[in-house]
């Protein structure tokens, strides 16, 4: 991607077509399925099998926790090229030196979470209506996660967006999309011809016993569907 050839990608190194193109497939960890494996490890293996964008998403973690478990996993992601992410949390992001923060949708969180980590972070930020997505490009995301497309019990209190809606909120921006929620081998056929960049997995990667085997049939499909 952005980085040297032959060294680590640094923060700052991924541009715009770099980010869309990282975007296929956008793996989200949870600690509920590690069973004695580390995240890092997750993460390794996920990115071994094709995965491309990496995001730290536990809820449970205080600040410091996330911090020190973005310490283990930042080094795979930069090793691989990879950008890293934490939800929501853009303290955690700001110390981590993690790659940028992916947050929800409100007024004033993409400004915020610009303003304190800088032009260089990659923001992404939730959005599930046209009004939404243009109010976060307008605000400065980098990209969009658009879901729930699929009812999942990850985020239980989502509200599910259509296909149809998905496809209006591509069209109406400029920056790229991901979609998100309940997505799987065997859903990922919702995104065909809406115009998103990729997918958003969390168990689908992460729950899997193989994991380097999971996220190689999933960027597999990607590579070979019609987006």
């Not at 541009?15 to 590690?34: E, F, Q």
């Not at 790659?99 to 007024?107: A, K, L, N, R, T």
Request: some cysteine; overall charge negative.
């Amino acid at each position: 991607m952005g980085a040297a050839a032959g060294g680590p990608v640094q923060r700052g190194a991924f541009s715009p077509a770099d980010i869309r193109r990282a975007l296929l497939l956008y793996g989200v960890t949870d600690s509920a399925w590690l069973h004695g494996r580390t995240l890092a490890d997750c993460v390794r293996q996920a990115i071994a099998g094709g995965t491309t964008f990496i995001q730290l998403r536990e809820k449970h973690m205080t600040t410091d926790e996330l911090v020190a478990e973005a310490a283990t996993i930042l080094p795979v992601c930069r090793a691989a090229g990879v950008p890293f992410l934490i939800d929501d949390d853009v303290e955690a992001a700001l110390h981590s030196g993690a790659d940028g923060v992916h947050v929800g949708q409100s007024d004033t969180a993409c400004a915020e979470a610009r303003r304190v980590l800088g032009s260089d972070a990659i923001i992404g930020v939730s959005a599930q209506t046209v009004e939404q997505a243009l109010a976060a490009q307008a605000a400065g995301a980098d990209y969009l996660g658009v879901g729930a497309l699929i009812p999942t019990p990850t985020k239980p209190d989502a509200v599910d967006v259509t296909k149809e809606e998905l496809t209006r909120i591509c069209a109406a921006v400029d920056i790229p999309v991901v979609g998100i929620g309940g997505l799987h081998l065997n859903t990922l056929d919702v995104l065909t011809s809406t115009g998103v960049a990729g997918a958003a997995v969390v168990s689908a990667i992460f729950a899997a016993d193989d994991i380097e085997a999971a996220a190689r049939d999933l960027a597999s499909a990607l590579r070979n569907m019609n987006l």
